[in-house]
C-alpha cells in the first residue's frame, strides 16, 4: 500500500513564525501536492511538483513555497505564518505518466495560526 | 471561480436506500472525473472515477454518473451504510501529457448514513 506521511497530526504557530511541513511518501511517485482543506470551500491547491527540484504554482500559492530536494520528500513552508493560514493541510502524491490521476493523501496536518 | 461545484454541504439517508451525490462542473475541457471519501482526521481516499468516454462506471455499491451535455456527475451508493458515512468530494483534471495533471475539487457533501 502506497503511504504518505506527514510528519505533523497538530501545530500550533504565532503569527509571523515560519512554519514547515513535511511530507514522505514511500512508492518512488512522481508528483508531489499540497491541498488545504476549508470548511465551504473544499480543497484547494497550493503547490505541486512532478520532478525532484521542480515545482510549479497551484490555485492559491500566495504566502507559501516549497521544496523537494528529494523524490519522495516534499516541504511546504510558511514564510511569516498569518492567522488566514489557519487550516487542514493535506499532501499527496501519485505516480505520473498517466492519463488517470489518482492521488494518495496522507493523514493531514491542522495548523493552527494564533 | 469554482469550477467544480457540490451544492448540497450535507445528506442524510436511511440504512439501506440510496445515496445520490450530485456534481455540477463549468470546464469543459475536464476529461476524467474522480470520487474521494473523506473520514474525520484521514485523508481523502480515492473511491472511483469515470472517463469523459464513458457515461456510467460502476464498481461493487458505488455507481457514478457523468452526463458531459449538462455538465454533471453523481454518485449512487447502493445500499447505503452506515460505514459510508463521510465527507464526499467530487474532483476533475484536464489530461496533461506534460506536467502533473491537477485535480479541481468540488467543495464537499456530507452523507450521515441513518440506522
Known amino acids: 500500500d502506497v503511504k504518505v506521511t506527514q510528519s505533523s497530526r497538530y501545530l500550533v504557530k504565532r503569527t509571523g513564525e515560519k512554519v514547515f511541513l513535511e511530507c514522505v511518501q514511500d512508492?518512488?511517485?512522481?508528483?508531489m501536492f499540497w491541498y488545504r482543506q476549508d470548511p465551504g470551500l473544499g480543497l484547494r491547491l497550493i503547490y505541486f511538483?512532478?520532478?525532484?527540484?521542480?515545482?510549479e504554482k497551484g490555485d492559491i500559492p500566495e504566502g507559501y513555497s516549497v521544496s523537494r530536494e528529494k523524490k519522495e520528500r516534499f516541504s511546504l513552508i510558511l514564510e511569516s505564518a498569518s492567522t488566514n493560514q489557519t487550516s487542514m493541510y493535506l499532501c499527496?502524491?501519485?505516480?505520473?505518466?498517466?492519463?488517470?490521476?489518482?492521488?494518495?493523501f496522507g493523514s493531514g496536518t491542522q495548523l493552527s495560526v494564533l | 471561480d469554482q469550477q467544480v461545484k457540490q451544492n448540497s454541504p450535507s445528506l442524510s439517508v436511511q440504512e439501506g436506500r440510496i445515496s445520490i451525490l450530485n456534481c455540477d462542473y463549468t470546464?469543459?475541457?475536464?476529461?476524467?472525473f474522480l470520487w474521494y471519501k473523506k473520514y474525520p482526521a484521514e485523508g481523502p481516499t480515492f473511491l472511483i472515477s469515470?472517463?469523459?468516454?464513458?457515461d456510467k462506471n460502476e464498481d461493487g455499491r458505488f455507481t457514478v454518473f457523468l452526463n458531459k451535455s449538462a455538465k454533471h456527475l453523481s454518485l449512487h451508493i447502493v445500499p447505503s451504510q452506515p460505514g459510508d458515512s463521510a465527507v464526499y468530494f467530487c474532483?476533475?483534471?484536464?489530461?496533461?501529457?506534460?506536467?502533473?495533471?491537477?485535480?479541481?475539487f468540488g467543495t464537499g457533501t456530507r452523507l450521515q448514513v441513518t440506522l
Open positions: 474532483a476533475a483534471h484536464v489530461t496533461n501529457t506534460g506536467t502533473a495533471s491537477k485535480l479541481t
Open positions: 512508492m518512488d511517485h512522481e508528483n
Open positions: 470546464n469543459s475541457m475536464f476529461d476524467y
Open positions: 511538483s512532478y520532478d525532484v527540484k521542480m515545482k
Open positions: 499527496a502524491s501519485s505516480f505520473g505518466g498517466s492519463t488517470n490521476e489518482k492521488l494518495f
Open positions: 469515470i472517463s469523459s468516454i464513458k
